[in-house]
């Protein structure tokens, strides 16, 4: 018996990480003169990844990190008008149309009126509080979860809050480090749906187990999915 | 009767103001060289109005701000060294350790044992997530809301969800404008907690209404107050 469904919003609902890879190929372009893409790449990485604890997800967070590193891989010969060309890029980003992912619509106006949908979103409380909202889908979720990490701790907070066993619980999304693995490791039911591309801090090897493990092509096989694993078909 | 009490964090919990106050003062210095600290501070603070609905509140839109304003106050002659100093200076507000207020722990230790009590407060989920854990207060509360933004309708969401009528139910703070101003609206009972100091963006008038608004000078005397509020004394 399914009693709630978590959904996932970033690359799950809607294009993200395209747009992080748009941003971050103008970033190496600015920094061209200085060093090679690959060399950018892998300096912008490792001081995100060093200003995780401290910045956590989220454009603001990637726009820090970028500035820190644009002044070191230049031995800050970068210009302030470069910096701000950095600025207004992350700004962009904030700005940019909420583009949905194909069958998004139908797919949980179908669902949502047979099954209670819960929104959980990792990132920065202003960035995903706008997607949602210029997404349109708001009225199809009856709770709507930001949260600092997708780990099992945070999972087993919302299921209790929400009142949902986990042996009830389902979660969909894109990433299976966040929206999986803890979720099976809480005694969840996890479906997985790649993305076309996936941040390197999200990489994860498959799980083991096959058991409450499904993975599909896209959102749109959602609904029969679920109705196979309520034994409604 | 009282269901449930909702306290806030920044200045009614812990130092907050003084932190960015003492950060700002180091900004002002930094632009000495080129506007009187009066020019930096009115600049800064348009800036900040000015993104605060693409950055919303916390540190991290703080420090984006000022690299933007210091770009704009110098016509880009600022280096990026200085820009280095600024991002190390939000990190240090980040890496700031959590100095309560006094008389906290054991107003917190005595209520939370007759009361539900929700921290609720406003900006950003790892900010906000990390002084929390840093403050040793995280067992007192019953829940925790970090929120985008604290007006009517986030109150009645967060009641709603820990199923509190507004009429039982007391928020604590120190901002008049999102702590008591909204919950009164609601229907709900305000307890004021002046701090030493109130951002710009924070200050509003005192209510007319005398009805379920009360003022305290400190954390100390809140226990006190809601053993009138209840009649038990």
Redesign the interface.
Known sequence: MIEAIGIDADDTLWHNEVIFEETHARYCELLSRYHDARTVERTLYATEMRNLE???YGI??Y??SS??TA?AL?N??????E??AI?ES??GM??HPVELLKGVTETLAALADSHDLILITKG???DQ?RKIAKSGLAAYFA?TE???EKDRKTYARILD?CRVRPAGFVMVGNSLKSDILPVLDLGGTGIHIPYLTTWEHEKATRPEQTERFYQIDSIGELPDLLARLEGRS
């Open positions: 401290l910045f956590g603001k967070g726009a820090l500035i820190e002044i230049t800050g010969e970068i210009s302030a008008e910096i701000r600025l992350a700004k904030m700005r920065d409380l202003r509080h709770h930001v949260v600092a809050r």
